[in-house]
């Protein structure tokens, strides 16, 4: 499996892709943010990771380039025909996607970090931010694997895009379903959402409660791609 | 005794209302090419997708070297290279890069491969185009390339020609010559260019409708197509003496209108014309005659088009 992530990581080095939605997604968030700046003072570190929830969507473009263009371009027969296991191969795609959507979706809140340390203006969370922090990194991982998932159950990188932008928008629904106490307990179990209950600083929240549901939404993930794709019929 | 590198026994497989394959049994000595012969929808590509593990049997076994358990198979597959259908390329890549992922995943350690590799199918100075701007021959070749970076003992290869030019082509039939002779490498190629594919293997298996329904050597293809030297001179007995006395062989008939059909120095024809013209006789023609590959298997599935539309 290590070879197989070096090359996935080899090709995602090389691929144009990834750096111009990471400066496209650390643009995108600094807009949104210097509208709230704009309307009242606010650290950009909170409101970064407040935006993450909206901007998650570009987590669905790496997905689709990283994993669901070689399901286009055929390319996962080099590794499949090459005698990589199928479950190696998933779980290399898994990670090194996760990955990439750590970096690309975590960039914007170390970058709007920085900034808040050097104004003095970092919100001072009700949590330890090392708490904070492995919240929003495991909520990532979450919506990220439920991406890969996705690439793997459509097999198409513009699919791949579309599904995910869809669940992205399909959990942001939750957020004007019903009254404020089921929002509020529907956000805290879908990762999409859970950044605005980690950014609000307001609501009760178990941290560990968070991790280890998003550790089940993982598990889920792997385990839909395991049953889509162990016998799949490929070309 | 040779090794058996691949061997099935009743591999089946069926989609929905279609048998794709119906109770393939064959067996793949090392150190042979073989060429895979079957109009479009005969089950080339599916026997070669379960081969290479992008599809499963429905029924039946296969082994690899030997070992026909899932691990094992698995296992046995790095042994492999391989071009199922159109080879799979990273477009945005260099052809150096596409390589280089290739040779990260092989676990392969010598950079200097790729090189080789390249220089290999007549692809060195690509510099930094991408592959998708290449042309079909020129992806083509890097297909090759891809399914040749490991130094594979089986190559497996689903029309590798398409899109060749006519000296690319001779390239690459030279190339998996070579690469028999020096490494013993075992190839299984299919083609549509039936012709193409006889000067390159040396044993012909044909498939049409999912099933087997000939397997020949090249020497039992060639007396099954009747394949002779056809000679016209003009003092027939004279010269079936001197095919007797210089060439050593009495596998000739002398036809009723004294034309020659030579059965035997098939690949040879040249010694043929030099020894008769060194006797002094005089030859009015001299050709090779007899069934090609292609209308054998026309005649063996009772017609139907077997080039690519």
Known sequence: M????????????????????????????????????????????????????????????????????????????????????????????????????????????????????????????????????????????????VMVFISFAVKSMGKTIIGSILFVIFCLGFTGVGEPGLQLASAKVIPVLQPLVISADTFDYSVPAMIFVDTIWIIAAFCGIFAVFKRAELK | MDQIVLETEGLSKSYKQTQALDNVSIKLNQGKIYGFIGQNGAGKTTFMRIITGLAFPTSGKISLWGSSDERGIQEQRKRIGCIIENPALYPNMTAYQ?????????????????????????????????????????????????ALINSPEFLILDEPINGLDPAGIVEVRNMLKALNKEFGMTIFISSHILSELYQTASEFIFIDKGKIIEKLTERELDEKCKRNITLRALDPNKAAL???????????????????????????????????????????????????????????????DVKNS
Request: net charge negative; hydrophobic share 45%; glycine share 8%.
């Open chain 2, 242 to 304: 001197v095919l007797e006395e210089k060439l050593g062989t009495d596998n000739y008939k002398i036809m009723p209108d004294g034309t020659i059909r030579l059965y035997d120095c098939l690949d040879d024809m040249e010694k043929v014309a030099v020894v008769l013209s060194e006797e002094h006789i005089v030859v009015t023609e001299l050709k090779m005659s007899g069934d090609t590959l292609e209308e054998y298997f026309l005649e063996k599935i009772g017609g139907g």
């Open chain 1, 2 to 145: 290590l070879k197989t992530l070096k090359a996935e990581l080899y090709k995602l080095l090389h691929s144009r892709f990834i750096w111009v939605v990471a400066v496209a997604q650390l643009a995108m968030t600094g807009v949104m943010i210097y509208d709230v700046w704009m309307r009242e003072a606010a650290s950009g570190f909170q409101y970064a990771i407040h935006f993450v929830s909206y901007l998650v969507f570009f987590a669905g473009i790496i997905v689709g380039m990283a994993a669901g263009d070689d399901f286009d371009t055929r390319t996962y027969q080099h590794y499949l025909t090459g005698g990589k296991g199928r479950i190696t191969f998933a779980a290399s795609k898994l990670i090194i996607c996760d990955l990439a959507n750590l970096f690309v979706t975590g960039l914007p809140i170390l970058v709007y970090g920085v900034i808040d340390i050097c104004n003095s203006s970092l919100h001072e969370f009700n949590k330890p931010l090392w708490e904070v922090g492995l919240a929003a990194f495991f909520s990532i991982i979450a919506v990220s694997s």
């Open chain 2, 98 to 146: 596409n390589l280089e992922i290739q040779r990260i995943q092989r676990g392969i350690p010598d950079k200097r491969i790729i090189e080789r590799t390249l220089e290999r199918v007549g692809l060195t100075d690509t510099g930094k185009k991408k592959v998708k701007d290449f042309s079909l021959g020129m992806r083509q070749r890097l297909g090759i390339a891809m």
